[in-house]
């Protein structure tokens, strides 16, 4: 059994969220120590930052048992603003191909939701808002049972910048 120690910073709240296509991933190593140290993707794909409100930005993941035994419930929600034809695009892209998302926190960790063989569910509702000063957009969650909870990587795995 480890031990731990006080951490340096503790600051709340997520600051990014990426979004990895499945297809583009080339290697993706077991999880040891809690982390993943082998992601890469190919060579000249990117992967996409998603634009989002960082106050609305929500993580939990919730140790649950079943008939198959444990697993970690896992939810990321954000609110993305104003309903225009990129987000929309991103959204149907999104929903039609198999993802992971990372998320990069307020202490700088990032943690990677999903794997290859358990890519993310995406749901995106759009509210046009009621009122003129109300925002419009989309609310926007991923979400996944997994068998392990999610894992660090250092850093974005590097193959080009985000599109």
Do not use: C, W
């Amino acid at each position: 059994m480890g031990t731990t120690t006080a951490p340096l910073d503790n600051m709340g709240g997520i600051q990014k969220i990426y979004l990895i296509p499945v297809s583009i991933i080339e290697s993706f190593a077991d999880i040891y120590n809690q982390q993943i140290h082998d992601f890469t993707i190919t060579e000249g794909y990117a992967y996409s930052f998603l634009y989002v409100i960082k106050e609305t930005i929500k993580f939990s993941q919730e140790k649950k048992s079943g008939a198959d035994g444990d697993y970690y419930e896992t939810k990321l929600e954000a609110f993305s603003p104003a309903d225009r034809t990129e987000l929309q695009s991103l959204i149907e892209n999104i929903e039609a191909n198999q993802y992971l998302v990372i998320y990069q926190d307020n202490n700088n960790y990032f943690k990677v939701i999903g794997s290859p063989d358990e890519p993310v569910n995406i749901s995106a509702d759009l509210d046009a808002g009621q009122i003129e000063s109300g925002m419009n957009g989309y609310k926007i969650t991923f979400e996944r049972k997994l068998r392990f909870r999610s894992p660090f990587i250092e850093e974005l795995p590097s193959s080009s910048l985000p599109s």
